[in-house]
């Protein structure tokens, strides 16, 4: 079990990786972060057993367009269940800027499970389509407008 600090301590190593990981794009840091036997449940995307197949998953995601255009993952508020080791947090997925000056994100709730030795055992994320899938489709038309073509973030 961890103390509240080392609880404390743990989730935000892991912000501050996932941070990193979403700058350069290059996710093996953040995978690296689950424990072998870790499962990933992704409302969107499906389950995932372990970092090997977490990172296959999340590497090629976040490679292509439109998630390439998301560097930045900030979380509003956590609360922090220190008997169970959990933390339980808002999560902004926030797009660059496509060249309008306007803000496009739409937050998540993630769950995240940690083992005695800090890395996570169990993550989910849950996701509302109604607000989600609107604000990304208006950042895809926005890139196009300012862009010229849709889908690539190489324009």
């Known amino acids: 079990m961890l103390s509240p600090a080392e609880l404390r301590a743990a989730h935000d190593r892991f912000v501050a990786v996932a941070g990193e990981c979403a700058r350069t794009q290059q996710w093996r840091a953040w995978a690296d972060l689950f424990s072998d036997d870790a499962t990933y449940d992704e409302h969107v995307f499906g389950h995932f057993e ?4 977490i990172y ?11 998630n390439s255009e998301m560097h930045a993952f900030p979380h509003e508020w956590c609360v922090f269940d220190d008997e169970r080791n959990w933390s339980i947090c808002w999560i902004q997925n926030r797009f ?7 803000l496009y994100q739409a937050p ?11 890395k996570v055992t169990h993550e989910e994320d849950v996701y509302n389509p109604m607000t989600f899938a609107p604000i990304v489709t208006a950042f895809m038309e926005a890139y196009a407008a300012h862009h010229g073509s849709e889908g690539s973030s190489d324009a």
């Open 50 to 53: 372990g970092p090997e197949e």
């Open 56 to 66: 296959h998953w999340i590497q090629p995601l976040m490679s292509r367009f439109p």
């Open 96 to 102: 660059d800027d496509p060249g309008d000056g306007v």
């Open 108 to 118: 998540n709730v993630t769950v995240l499970h940690f083992g005695p030795d800090g």
